[in-house]
C-alpha cells in the first residue's frame, strides 16, 4: 500500500497587504512552523481525516457533507476542483499535525488544501499534477467552499517555498514568483498573536477585496487595480476620483501606496539598506491603520484586536525594528522585525511588561510543499 508524506509551511506576508486580489506585488517567506502529515489509500469514497487538536472528520466523496466545518469544506473544494479536470480522486486516510495556529494569518487553511491537494495528487495520480494547479485547486477550495475573496498568494507562498517576491499581474501562476537570493538578514523574526483567529470576520475581510474591484471598474471599466491605466493615485483627475467614495479613494490610495512600497523593501533588501526597510514595514503598517481601517473589527472587542497588539509592542520598537499586522488584517499575527543586537533586550522588556501576549520567535525556512510517496 501507498502511503505518502507530507510538509506545507506557514507563510509570512512580508509586505504587501491586499495586493494579490489585486494584481499586485507582494513579498513573503515561508518559516519553520508547519502542517506535516500522512495519508493512505481507501478502496471507497470515505475520507477520514484526524487533525491533533482538531479531532477526526469523515465525508463521502460526492456527497456534500457537514460544509460548516472549514476542513471538510476545503478538502470538498480540492475534491471538487480536481473532478472539473478529470483527474481521478476516491476517499483516503490520513493524519495531521501542524504547528501553524489556526487563524494566525499565517495561512493555515491554505497549508490544509494544499494537503489534501498533494494527498490526490501522490495516491491516485502518479505525482504528475504542477505546483500551478494544486494552488488553483487551494484558491478554488477558499472562493468557493470557504466564500472567501482570497487570491492566490497563501497557497502560492507555501508551495514554492522561501523567499519570493510575487506579481499577480503575470497570467500564469508559474510565471508569478520569482525567488530571491538576498544578503545576510540582520533581524529577529517574531510574531504576536490576537487571542482569537479570524473566524467569523470573513465578511469583513471580503469587503475590501470586492470594494477595490469596484473601483477599478469605475475608473478604466477593468477587474482589478493592477489593470488601471495610472501608475499612482496622483495621476488620476480630480473628475474621475468624484465617482469614488471617501473609502473607496482610501482604498485607491493604499493599493499604490503598498505597491511603492513593496520595489522599495524589495531594493532596500538586496543593497543592505535595513533602515529603509523597516520604514517600508512603518509605512506599511500605517497605511493599513488609516486607509484600509483593518486592525480593528467592528464585530469584536478592541482587545482582540491587531490595533491593541500594536499599540502595546509598538513602544518596544523605537529605533530597533517595525512591526505590521499581516494578511487581510483585523486578528491573526502581528509581525515584528527587530534588530539583532538589540532583540535579547526586546524579549526581555515584553516579558517583564506585557507577559500575557502570545508570541514566538521564527525562522525563515526554504523549503515550500514536499512530499514522500512510499510503496509498502
Do not use: W
Request: charged share 30%.
Amino acid at each position: 500500500m501507498k502511503k505518502v508524506y507530507i510538509e506545507a509551511p506557514a507563510r509570512l506576508e512580508i509586505i504587501g497587504n491586499h495586493q494579490d486580489h489585486q494584481k499586485g506585488l507582494v513579498l513573503t517567506a515561508t518559516i519553520d512552523l508547519a502542517l506535516r502529515g500522512e495519508s493512505t489509500p481507501r478502496d471507497d469514497n470515505i475520507c477520514r481525516i484526524e487533525s491533533e487538536g482538531y479531532g477526526l472528520i469523515e465525508f463521502k466523496i460526492g456527497e456534500e457533507g457537514e460544509k460548516k466545518k472549514s476542513f471538510v469544506a476545503l478538502a470538498l473544494g480540492v475534491i471538487d476542483y480536481f473532478k472539473k479536470h478529470n483527474y481521478f480522486v476516491r476517499g483516503f486516510e490520513a493524519k495531521i499535525q501542524s504547528t501553524i495556529k489556526e487563524g494566525s494569518g499565517l495561512s493555515s487553511s491554505a497549508a490544509y488544501s494544499l494537503f489534501i491537494g498533494e494527498t490526490l495528487n501522490a495516491l491516485f495520480n502518479g505525482g504528475t499534477i504542477s505546483k500551478s494547479f494544486l494552488i488553483e485547486a487551494s484558491r478554488h477550495a477558499e472562493n468557493f467552499y470557504l466564500h472567501k475573496a482570497s487570491g492566490f498568494l497563501d497557497p502560492s507562498a507555501i508551495a514554492y517555498g522561501g523567499f519570493n517576491l510575487f506579481d499577480f499581474k503575470k497570467e500564469k501562476v508559474e510565471e508569478m514568483v520569482t525567488p530571491l537570493t538576498l544578503p545576510s538578514f540582520p533581524f529577529k523574526v517574531f510574531l504576536f498573536f490576537t487571542p482569537i483567529g479570524h473566524q467569523g470576520l470573513e465578511e469583513e475581510y471580503s469587503r475590501i477585496p470586492l470594494t477595490m474591484k469596484k473601483v477599478a471598474e469605475k475608473l478604466n471599466g477593468v477587474e482589478t487595480l493592477g489593470e488601471l491605466s495610472y501608475q499612482g493615485f496622483d495621476e488620476i483627475e480630480e473628475k474621475k476620483l468624484k465617482l469614488l467614495s471617501p473609502l473607496e479613494r482610501d482604498y485607491l490610495k493604499f493599493f499604490f501606496e503598498e505597491r511603492k512600497r513593496v520595489k522599495i523593501a524589495l531594493s532596500s533588501l538586496r543593497e543592505g539598506k535595513f533602515l529603509t526597510f523597516l520604514k517600508m514595514i512603518e509605512e506599511s503598517e500605517k497605511g493599513q491603520l488609516i486607509l484600509l481601517k483593518n486592525q480593528n473589527s467592528e464585530h469584536d472587542s478592541y482587545e482582540n484586536s491587531l490595533a491593541f497588539l500594536q499599540e502595546k509592542v509598538a513602544p518596544f520598537l523605537n529605533d530597533i525594528g517595525a512591526s505590521r499586522g499581516m494578511g487581510g488584517g483585523f486578528s491573526g499575527s502581528l509581525l515584528v522585525f527587530v534588530e539583532e543586537r538589540f532583540a535579547q533586550e526586546f524579549e526581555e522588556k515584553v516579558q517583564k511588561f506585557l507577559p500575557n501576549l502570545a508570541k514566538r520567535e521564527v525562522d525563515f525556512s526554504f523549503r515550500g510543499l514536499t512530499s514522500l510517496t512510499l510503496e509498502k
